[in-house]
């Protein structure tokens, strides 16, 4: 059974830092190109980046230089450090196993359940 455990989200203030985490099951990332995914409220589910097993990351623009993708094959995890943190920022963010690189929302396999991060102004 496939399983995507995400932790480490909060609230912060502007420009604060935080951490997620990503327990994965299996051999996904061996599989597939893994990555992190936000959805705001009423706003549509949008990628953040992504990491193929021996590659080079991806990363959206708008968190490019702020938000680092990386990945312990060894431990199945998956994590993002996300620092300069904005309340753009805010929303649900999800781990996930997708079958291409795009950060498409549609290439995705597997889902977390997710995990919110709030950030005040």
């Known amino acids: 059974q496939v399983q995507l455990v995400e932790s480490g989200g909060g609230s912060v203030q502007t420009g604060g830092s935080l951490r997620l985490s990503c327990a994965a099951s299996?051999?996904?990332?061996?599989?597939?190109?893994m990555g992190w995914f936000r959805q705001a409220p009423g706003k549509e589910r949008e990628g953040v980046a992504g990491?193929?097993?021996?590659?080079?990351?991806t990363y959206a623009a708008y968190v490019k230089g702020r938000f680092t993708i990386s990945q312990d094959i060894a431990k199945n995890m998956l994590y993002l450090e996300m620092r300069d943190l904005k309340p753009e920022d805010t929303g649900m963010y999800y781990c996930?196993?997708?079958?291409?690189?795009?950060?498409?929302?549609?290439?995705?396999?597997?889902w977390g359940q997710g995990t919110q991060v709030t950030v005040s102004s």
């Open positions: 996930a196993a997708m079958r291409r690189r795009q950060l498409s929302p549609r290439d995705v396999e597997y």
């Open positions: 299996g051999s996904l990332f061996s599989r597939y190109y």
């Open positions: 990491i193929p097993s021996n590659g080079v990351p």
